[in-house]
Nanobody
Framework: QVQLVESGGGLVQAGGSLRLSCAAS????????MAWFRQAPGKEREFVAG???????SYTDSVKGRFTISRDSAKNMVHLQMNSLKPEDTAVYYCAARYHGTRTYDYWGQGTQVTVSS
């Protein structure tokens, strides 16, 4: 089992920044690819950014150039730096983990709310 706990959400004005963090525990962190998803009210959950065990990254088009995902293997942490935030970024953000080589994210955090005011 992998336990994930997010932190860092909050209320910010459009154009501002937030840094989300996800603390992982339970298994060897380096064996897992990590990702951030988000779900806005009335919408399906969507992939935001991912980082592999080798630190290769991927982003959904709407956040490219504004969000940066990173991982700190020494501290078993994953971060999502969010800059130039827009009202449409408002959502509950979830941290997720999948074992290296698998395709399904099997482990999820409880989520953290991000609200961007216009």
């Amino acid at each position: 089992q992998v336990q994930l706990v997010e932190s860092g959400g909050g209320l910010v004005q459009a154009g501002g920044s937030l840094r989300l963090s996800c603390a992982a525990s339970g298994r060897t962190f380096s064996n897992y690819a990590m990702a951030w998803f988000r779900q806005a009210p009335g919408k399906e959950r969507e992939f935001v950014a991912g980082i592999s065990w080798s630190r290769s990254t991927s982003y959904t088009d709407s956040v490219k150039g504004r969000f940066t995902i990173s991982r700190d293997s020494a501290k078993n942490m994953v971060h999502l730096q969010m800059n130039s935030l827009k009202p449409e970024d408002t959502a509950v953000y979830y941290c997720a983990a999948r074992y290296h080589g698998t395709r399904t994210y099997d482990y999820w955090g409880q989520g953290t709310q991000v609200t961007v005011s216009s």
